[in-house]
């Protein structure tokens, strides 16, 4: 229906054959719980990021709750999490018992670190920092802070895989990082999955307990958890795909530096700063337009299918009054909830795709 689709899940899992047959193979064995392909997705995922474990999870929500708990936060603490990002960010706090504390964010979309000391208090916890779209927050200052007062800090880069600040990849800094697997993230599988990665090997004990009901083994518990495996059905697509997921990224890089180039000179759209020291992965191309609702009506009417991510603050929304922001508290947020939209940057887009989206803002905007 659009000449330029955003999702690429039908081109990506065109051929399902070969998963299918793994699956045939799984199924042959009835070996669906925390079965041999979890273990082998696990090895491979931390491999992939170059930490010691891998503990693979329900979801990418369950990928950040579990280790907030595993550090044994719950009510009358404070996470403190960026005032833009997805809602399972804040979720995933609040599920924990304890109260999201929101700081602003700054043109890399993600939280600006110099809010982040002011926003400190007795009752903080945890510092959860957001990955999002695939840039990255500036880790070595935010791990000074959080080293200063003590913090430990839980990274969602669900948004984030392979993205790097300093030359260190997202989900190495803090003691634990969650990762989705969500079919419209970079590594996605068929349905709902994530991951944490932790380098602390505590860490990991706890969470294999967490995510197993507390379970030592069959007859034994040792803390309280909760049901939240990662599928063995899903770690078989996961297997499949994980191998790809350097070229996925390289593709994903390359496209946006040709829209980057593209867009550069079109009065009226705004690239971010690219800064050198992030590996920025493109989980999503994100720009800032003027007029960004008639741009973003005129691309669906001319067959590009853009996206907005996200038109209304999570602060303002009706699910988080109960935190108690006012209005235009968060100023940067709100102006990117005006002026922000995405355009495909998916590894199976193709040049001519680029070149009709490119097309279609000039004419907006030359067109004024
Ligand atoms: C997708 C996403 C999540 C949650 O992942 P699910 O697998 O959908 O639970 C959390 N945080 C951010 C920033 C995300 O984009």
């Not at 970079?186 to 991951?195: H, Q």
């Not at 989980?283 to 001319?302: G, K, S, T, W």
């Amino acid at each position: 229906m659009y000449d330029v689709r955003y999702s690429y899940l039908l081109e990506q899992f065109a051929d399902p054959a070969p998963i299918l047959a793994e699956i045939g193979r799984l199924v042959a064995t009835g070996d669906f719980t925390l079965g041999k392909p979890v273990a082998e997705f696990e090895r491979r995922f931390a491999e992939l990021i170059g930490t010691r474990h891998a503990i693979g999870v329900g979801s990418g929500t369950d990928a950040l709750k579990l280790p907030l708990k595993a550090l044994g936060i719950g009510h009358g603490d404070e996470v403190i999490t960026a005032a833009n990002t997805f809602i399972a960010t804040v979720g995933a706090i609040a599920e924990t018992g304890a109260t999201p504390v929101l700081v602003d964010c700054d043109d890399s979309f993600c939280m600006n670190v110099d809010h982040v000391e002011a926003a400190i208090t007795e009752k903080t916890k945890a510092i959860m920092p957001v990955q999002l779209t695939g840039e990255v927050v500036d880790m070595v200052r935010l791990m000074k802070i959080a080293e200063r007062h003590n913090i430990p800090v839980v990274e969602d880069a669900c948004q984030g895989i392979l993205s790097e600040f300093a030359g260190k990849r997202s989900g190495t800094y803090g003691i634990a990082a969650g990762f989705s697997l969500h079919p419209l993230k970079n590594l996605n599988v068929w349905g709902d999955a994530g991951v944490v990665v932790t380098n602390d090997d505590a860490m990991n004990e706890r969470l294999r307990l967490i995510r197993n009901h507390g379970m030592k083994n069959r007859d034994e518990i040792a803390i309280l958890g909760c049901n939240s495996r990662l599928d063995s059905v899903q770690a078989v697509v996961g297997n499949w795909l994980v191998g790809q997921t350097h070229e996925i990224t390289r593709r994903r890089i390359d496209n946006a530096a040709y829209y980057d180039a593209g867009f550069a000179h079109v009065a009226g759209l705004r690239v971010p700063p690219r800064r050198a020291n992030v590996r920025h992965v493109y989980h999503l191309y994100m720009v800032f337009a003027e007029r960004r609702d008639e741009l973003y009506q005129y691309c669906l009417d001319n067959g590009v299918e853009a996206k907005i991510h996200y038109p209304i603050p999570l602060y303002q929304q009706e699910g988080l009054k109960h935190l108690g922001y006012a209005a235009g508290r968060f100023p940067e947020t709100d102006r990117h909830a005006r002026e922000v939209i995405s355009f495909p940057v998916d590894q199976h887009l193709m040049r001519a795709q680029q070149d009709r989206v490119i097309d279609t803002v000039r004419k907006f905007y030359d067109g004024r």
